[in-house]
């Protein structure tokens, strides 16, 4: 019998996590909903997915949880029923990874009679030994078999998360810059924009959007950009690239026509906004791109003068950007 799993995603690319894991061959794709694709799992590799947020491999789910006590004492009856060998053998084999115990993050919406370490209390210790509480902020230890409980309306999903850690937490990315990009959605411009050629993204900051394009796609060739030194320095501890280099992204240093694709999450919130003659950014963009070229933007809205091929609205963190495949309109 297949693992169910399910994807956790940014809002908006839901469907893109869909599409990667049906090309990895990941899995079957049974349900995309909110913030979620829930799949059957028929092939390893589920913690080489790079747009979702993390993978959990499903281990009950359970109806009938409603606001008083008493659910609990059902959640744990639902998770004393967990086959806990089969649910881990559905995922990828972590050698020691489980061996220090168990730990349990619970989250439930709506008002209830007990809170999330109440649920989180009930599950663990049925879920395997030593349990390690998370409450009056203890801390479990690194390594215990994390386990989440979610609650929406009156049913529960028990499901351990695949990996030792959440998917979207890159080992690369040592450095930061404000305003940096989640990897995941980094990924998803570099999937959206089929990197080829010369992949640049002109105000780069930590590196993150050409460091998901070079891992989509070793063969393209990138380069990064920004205006400020400790972008250029985090983005060259994160990652290999062609070249790192400050630069104006109203002058891009590179021929007219030369660029295949470009990435771009330019500045927009009020505090950080593009600064020298980033207002020139898009006559840039356009000058610089070749013919046949596209650019794949995470901004507020669609700037003048370009065609939108593809549009993702996106939420994230309170914010609703855009994910646009753009080209300049010639019209
Ligand atoms: C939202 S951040 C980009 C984050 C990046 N995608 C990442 O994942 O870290 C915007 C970047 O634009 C840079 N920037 C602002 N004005 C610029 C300009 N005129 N030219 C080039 N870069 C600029 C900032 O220094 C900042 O690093």
């Given at each position: 019998m297949h693992t169910l799993a399910v994807a956790r995603s940014v809002h908006g690319i839901e469907h893109l996590v869909a599409a990667e894991i049906r090309h990895a061959g990941l899995g079957v794709v049974r349900e995309v909903r909110h913030r979620e694709v829930w799949f059957e799992v028929t092939g390893p590799g589920a913690l080489e997915l790079r747009l979702a947020d993390d993978v959990l491999l499903v281990g009950a789910v359970v109806d009938g949880v409603g606001p008083r006590r008493d659910a609990l004492r059902r959640l744990a009856s639902a998770a004393a029923g967990v086959d806990v060998r089969a649910v881990a053998a559905g995922g990828p084999p972590e050698p020691g990874e489980r061996s220090r115990g168990v730990e349990v993050s619970a989250s439930f919406l709506g008002r209830r009679a007990y809170n999330r370490y109440d649920i989180e209390d009930a599950v663990g210790p049925m879920?395997?030994?030593?349990?390690?509480?998370?409450?009056?902020?203890?801390?479990?230890?690194?390594?215990?078999?994390?386990?989440?409980?979610?609650?929406?309306?009156?049913?529960?999903?028990?499901?351990?998360?695949?990996?030792?850690?959440?998917?979207?937490?890159?080992?690369?990315?040592?450095?930061?810059?404000?305003?940096?990009?989640?990897?995941?959605?980094?990924?998803?411009?570099?999937?959206?924009?089929?990197?080829?050629?010369?992949?640049?993204?002109?105000?780069?900051?930590?590196?993150?959007?050409?460091?998901?394009?070079?891992?989509?796609?070793?063969?393209?060739?990138?380069?990064?950009?920004?205006?400020?030194?400790?972008?250029?320095?985090?983005?060259?501890?994160n990652g290999p690239c062609l070249a790192w280099a400050r630069a104006d992204a109203g002058r891009v240093p590179l021929h007219s026509g030369s660029v295949d694709r470009v990435l771009v999450n330019p500045p927009w919130q009020r505090q950080v906004r593009l600064a020298g003659s980033g207002h020139r950014l898009w006559a840039e963009l356009r000058r610089v791109l070749a013919d046949g070229g596209r650019v794949v933007a995470l901004v507020p809205e669609v700037p003048r003068g370009w065609a939108v091929l593809t549009r993702v609205d996106i939420s994230l963190f309170g914010r609703h950007p855009i994910l646009a495949i753009m080209t300049p309109d010639k019209s």
């Open positions: 879920l395997g030994r030593p349990y390690h509480s998370r409450r009056d902020g203890r801390v479990p230890p690194a390594g215990a078999a994390s386990w989440r409980v979610t609650v929406e309306g009156e049913r529960a999903v028990i499901a351990l998360r695949a990996g030792a850690r959440p998917l979207h937490r890159r080992a690369y990315k040592v450095r930061s810059v404000p305003g940096t990009l989640h990897p995941p959605l980094a990924a998803a411009m570099a999937y959206l924009a089929e990197p080829k050629g010369l992949v640049i993204d002109p105000c780069c900051g930590a590196g993150t959007t050409l460091i998901e394009a070079a891992a989509l796609a070793p063969e393209a060739r990138t380069l990064g950009f920004d205006r400020c030194g400790e972008a250029i320095a985090a983005a060259a501890a």
